[in-house]
């Protein structure tokens, strides 16, 4: 296994196929389409591949705010349920890290849906810590 940082239009398709468990809301052709209109925008993307499959991908940002200082904000982070366990997510939990150091983040931001026990479990295993809560406010008809 190794992880490679996405460099290539061509790739996007491959990662959509992975991304898409994670975003069942987009078809694969508007998930290729966010994809692409996001990296225009400093999103980057870095999966693992085994052989010529992609087991998991991580979607994110390279910020600077006042509350984090410089930092990795990972939008997107999903390990195929085939690849579970065996040590992809991990090798891009550990690779998100050494990214984050060698561009001299202060830290490494993700959130994760409270229905996620499963990944709460991995990400306090890799050393993360809940220092928060993440409100949202929806801007729908009704919410005036």
């Not at 996007?12 to 209109?37: D, F, G, H, N």
């Not at 065996?86 to 409270?114: N, T, Y």
């Amino acid at each position: 296994m190794q992880v490679k940082q996405l460099s290539s239009e061509d790739e996007v398709v491959k990662i959509s196929q992975v991304m898409v468990e994670l975003r069942p809301q987009y078809s694969l052709k508007e998930l290729e389409k966010a994809i692409k209109e996001q990296r225009q925008q400093g999103y980057q993307v870095a999966y693992v591949i085994l052989k010529s499959e992609i087991l998991a991908v991580a979607g994110f940002w390279l910020g600077n705010k006042l509350a984090w200082g410089k930092h990795i904000y990972v939008d997107d982070l999903v390990t195929t349920d085939k690849s579970r366990s065996i040590g992809a997510g991990k090798l891009l939990i550990d690779w998100l890290k050494d990214f984050g150091r060698r561009h001299e983040c202060q830290e490494l931001h993700l959130d994760s849906g409270v229905q996620r026990f499963g990944a709460h479990r991995f990400y306090l295993r890799e050393g993360f810590i809940i220092n928060s809560h993440h409100f949202m406010y929806p801007f729908l008809p009704g919410n005036e």
